[in-house]
């Protein structure tokens, strides 16, 4: 086999992992096992929790002490093992605990595997920008593939998610082994602070007026991102619950539904060089909170007969909502901070979105569901939460409108694109 298939395969069982359980875990927790909301907030927390640390701590292993393939593959061993013992678990503190470790050892898997390709790629005399986007593409793919298998093999709402899962991590874990080495690159020195090892001397950027709004604004769109991911599915499956939706199409296959979501990431990502050069980083990231407001907007008003349209509508306007603001973002961190620190800059930008940002909007969403919008009997007003979703990310879009002041540099992003 070929490097660059070799690579291809990797990232596709990367979220393929990721994929077999994180959009359907909802219907398990609310249909089979039929736990509480609040409880509910805290296990897409542990995402959150995982991407504050972790990420750094295990590249600084992987810079100093271990081959980042073979770290790789002991981390996806042992979260697979993790995962698989979730269908055991009979109450949500327990499961709670074990999936925070099977995310302690994922979540660093994510930049590990970004790491261990740009690697092989320069090794093997790629050029990594024409090579690797046509590589991670694939990742999109397996999250796509395993929402697929999960629906159709009619475990959205079953314990055998969890098994899908840890069966791809542990294949993907022994398959790392077989990769050409990655040895430490050792860029960090042992007599750097503990907050430059940990990328932490970027919190310094907080003391300028616009990068602290920046690094806010991306904390509460990384909630924005756990609400979709967390409720999206099982709103769906949810609609069995109404006489007349009951075998619709939509709750067969909810999941299904819901992978168009990934769909239109893949082809908004395309779309994205002609926005900053027209629009400008500033505008790009406002498109994407907009988006946000459509997303939870036409959920609020579609059902799976005359409101499927706004339902595909959401589905789609979600690859600008993903896109927009985390790839523009990335460039906003490129062309205004300092290159000494502009890698911490970046572990930052992903730490306040999928880190600080991912947690809040886990905990907050599952306490304001739990107690404003859910009846005695454990039947949720969607058409409200939504709404409530759709003003969350309103105001937040005309506070940075507002607030955030940039001007658009055509040439400044025309070098960075290129």
């Known amino acids: 086999m070929g490097i660059k298939f070799r690579l291809t395969l990797m990232s596709f069982f990367q979220f393929f992992v990721w994929g077999a359980w994180l959009i359907t875990i909802a219907n398990y927790w609310f249909g089979t096992k039929q736990w509480g909301g ?26 100093r002490w271990m081959n980042a393939e073979k770290l790789y593959g002991f981390l996806h061993i042992l979260g697979g093992v993790a995962l698989a013992y979730l269908p055991q678990v009979n109450d949500p503190t327990t499961f709670f605990w074990v999936i925070f470790v099977a995310m302690v050892f994922y979540m660093p898997t994510i930049s590990l595997s970004n790491s261990i390709a740009y690697t092989i790629l320069k090794n093997s005399a790629y050029d990594v920008v024409k090579v690797f986007p046509p590589i991670r593409v694939w990742g999109t793919i397996g999250f796509i593939a395993a929402m697929w298998l999960t629906n159709l093999t009619d475990n959205k709402a079953s314990g055998n998610q969890f098994y899908i899962a840890a069966v791809a991590a542990v294949a993907l874990g022994i398959y790392s082994f077989t990769l050409p080495k990655c040895p430490p690159q050792r860029l960090t020195k042992k007599d750097d602070s503990v907050m430059e090892s940990l990328g932490l001397d970027a919190f310094k950027l907080f003391a300028n007026y616009k990068m602290a709004l920046f690094f806010i604004f991306s904390m509460f769109l990384g909630g924005a991102l756990q609400l979709t991911n967390m409720y ?37 990502i395309l779309a994205i060089p002609y926005f900053l050069r027209k629009f400008g980083i500033k505008m790009v990231m406002l498109f994407s909170m907009l988006a946000w407001v459509l997303r939870f907007g036409f959920f609020a008003y579609g059902d799976p007969h005359e409101g499927l349209w706004m339902i595909i509508v959401s589905c789609i306007v979600y690859g600008m909502a993903f896109d927009f603001f985390n790839i523009s973002g990335s460039l906003f961190v490129e062309t205004t901070t300092d290159s000494k620190i502009r890698s911490s800059a970046q572990g930052l930008f992903m730490m306040m979105t999928n880190g600080f940002g991912a947690v809040l909007g886990s905990f907050i969403s599952g306490y304001v569901i739990a107690n404003y919008f859910t009846a005695a009997d454990g039947m949720k007003d969607w058409h409200n939460i939504w709404l409530s979703f759709a003003g969350y990310a309103l105001i937040v879009a005309i506070a940075f409108a507002v607030l955030f002041k940039h001007k658009h540099n055509p040439k400044e992003v025309e070098n960075i694109i290129h």
């Open 38 to 63: 609040a409880e509910f907030g805290a296990i897409f927390s542990t995402l959150g929790l995982s991407s504050i640390f972790m990420p750094a701590l295990t590249g600084i292993i992987a810079d």
């Open 232 to 268: 999206g599915d099982v709103f769906l499956s949810d609609f069995e619950k109404i006489p007349e939706y009951a075998d619709s199409f939509v709750v067969e296959y909810s999941t299904i539904i819901m992978s168009i979501s990934q769909i239109s990431e893949t082809l908004f």
